[in-house]
């Protein structure tokens, strides 16, 4: 069946996708794939190095440095994000809290960096749509494009000063999108796996959801890029390209939902309600 007849059946998203050609889909580069070891398990983390090149490389040195074992998720707050760094106290921190980072809150639109258009209408920015897997916002005047904050961004905490996150303290978000955060704080990656290893965490009952004490954190295990492991001991994930015929089904059937339970489709869709799926690659 070819994508245009899929486009106007009544298909899910599971049935969509199994009918999708194998050159709609892109492995993930081994050296943007982050493994974060949890005693729940594996959480893995898709870096977004054509859109904040030095957050990435900043957090790849820090992983390939072991900064992040033996870290912990030090907040939970619920609706919003969770946060991951080392204790304030602990000598590596100390040695990284005067380094500072140049902000890569957007960039310039690149014909390089491919864009997707969502149809709709967005509240925080003249156009959204997706770029290399993620969702993304322009502005044409500006010449001016960034990543946004949807469920599973992955973003560098910062203080007030624009140049204050480096790449040691990082959150994701496990909520209610946060679009307001969009071209304030750097936006690194995506989570593409695991999310609900993080989302279903204990809330913390501190300000801001921060734990109130260290019994209450939850530790990292391990941090890897996948480059680093073992080919045979990767996990061979795949996602969907968002330039691809099927992608463009997927957003379709999203907007336009005809199953019987839905008595009042609404016809469009957000930005970040457009899954973005990511499955393991058939050997």
Known sequence: MTTTLLAAAVLSLAEILQASPAGDWRALDPEDTLYLELPSGRVVIELASGYAPKAAAAVRTLVREGYFDGAAIIRSQD????????????????????????????RPIDAKLPFTKLAYPDTYAPEVGFSAGFPVARDPRKKQTWLVHCYGSVGVGRDNAADSGNGTELYAVIGQSPRNLDRNITLVGRVVQGIEKFSVLPRGPGPMGFYEKPSEWTPIRGAKLAADVPATERLALEALKTESATFKTVVESRANRKETWFHDPVGRIGVCNVPLPVRVRAP
């Not at 919003?80 to 204790?87: F, L, M, S």
Request: glycine letters at 0%.
């Open 79 to 106: 609706n919003y994000v969770v946060q991951w760094a080392r204790a304030e106290d602990d000598p590596r921190a100390k040695a990284m809290a005067a380094k500072t980072l140049a902000p890569e809150f957007s």
